[in-house]
C-alpha cells in the first residue's frame, strides 16, 4: 500500500463516514440500511489504512521502545474500533428497522467485557495512540508543532458532536497532509537514486 495514499484516504474515508452518518439521520433515526452500511464501511477501510500509517508513523520514528508501544497501543485500538463496527455493520443486517435495533446492541453489549473493550475504553486507544505517535514526530521536528493541535482536534470535536465529525476529518486531513507530501519526495528521491 502506498503510504502516501493511506494519509490522504484515512481522512476522506472518516469525512465520507460523517457525511453520510450526517445524510443517515435526515429521516430522524439512523439505520438501518444503505447509509448506515456504506458509512460504516468507509470507516472500517479508514481503520484499515490507520494501520499503515501506524507502521509509517513508527519507522519514522525510528522502531523505538516508546513509538514501539505506542504502535501496539494503536493496533489494539483499531481491533477493537472494528469490532464495533462490525458488530454495528451485523446489528444493522439482522433488524428489520431502526427500533428492532437497540434490542439486538442490548445483548452484544450485555457479555461481559464486550461494553468496556468494544464500546469504551478499546477504542479510546485508537486516538491515545494516533495522538501519541504525532507527539513523538513533533518532538522530533519531523512534523510541525500544531499537528497533534489538529490530531487532538479530530477526535475531541465528534465527542463534543457527532455531526462534527467531518469537520474532525478535516483538521485530519490537514494534519496529515505533511505527510503525505513527505511520503511522495522520499518516493521521487527513492526513485531518482535507483534510476
Not at 439482522?94 to 439486538?104: Q, Y
Not at 485508537?126 to 508543532?145: D, E
Amino acid at each position: 500500500m502506498n503510504t502516501r495514499a493511506a494519509f490522504v484516504a484515512a481522512p476522506l474515508l472518516v469525512l465520507s463516514y460523517g457525511v453520510i452518518r450526517i445524510v443517515d439521520g435526515l429521516d430522524g433515526s439512523r439505520g438501518p440500511g444503505l447509509a448506515w452500511t456504506a458509512g460504516h464501511l468507509a470507516f472500517l477501510a479508514a481503520l484499515a489504512l490507520f494501520i499503515v500509517i501506524f507502521r509509517e508513523m513508527w519507522q519514522m520514528l525510528g522502531r523505538n521502545r516508546i513509538a514501539t508501544t505506542s504502535l501496539v497501543v494503536g493496533l489494539v485500538g483499531i481491533a477493537c474500533a472494528a469490532a464495533q463496527f462490525v458488530i454495528d455493520i451485523v446489528v444493522g443486517f439482522m433488524a428489520a428497522d431502526h427500533d428492532a435495533m437497540s434490542p439486538l446492541f442490548d445483548q452484544v453489549q450485555a457479555v461481559p467485557g464486550v461494553s468496556l473493550a468494544v464500546y469504551a475504553a478499546g477504542p479510546l486507544l485508537f486516538y491515545v495512540a494516533q495522538l501519541a505517535l504525532v507527539v513523538q514526530l513533533a518532538a522530533r521536528r519531523q512534523v510541525k508543532l500544531w499537528t497533534p493541535v489538529l490530531v487532538m482536534l479530530d477526535f475531541a470535536i465528534p465527542i463534543l458532536e457527532k455531526d462534527l465529525i467531518p469537520l474532525g476529518a478535516v483538521c485530519m486531513l490537514v494534519s496529515f497532509w505533511p505527510l503525505a507530501r513527505r511520503q511522495a519526495t522520499a518516493g521521487a528521491r527513492h526513485v531518482l537514486v535507483h534510476a
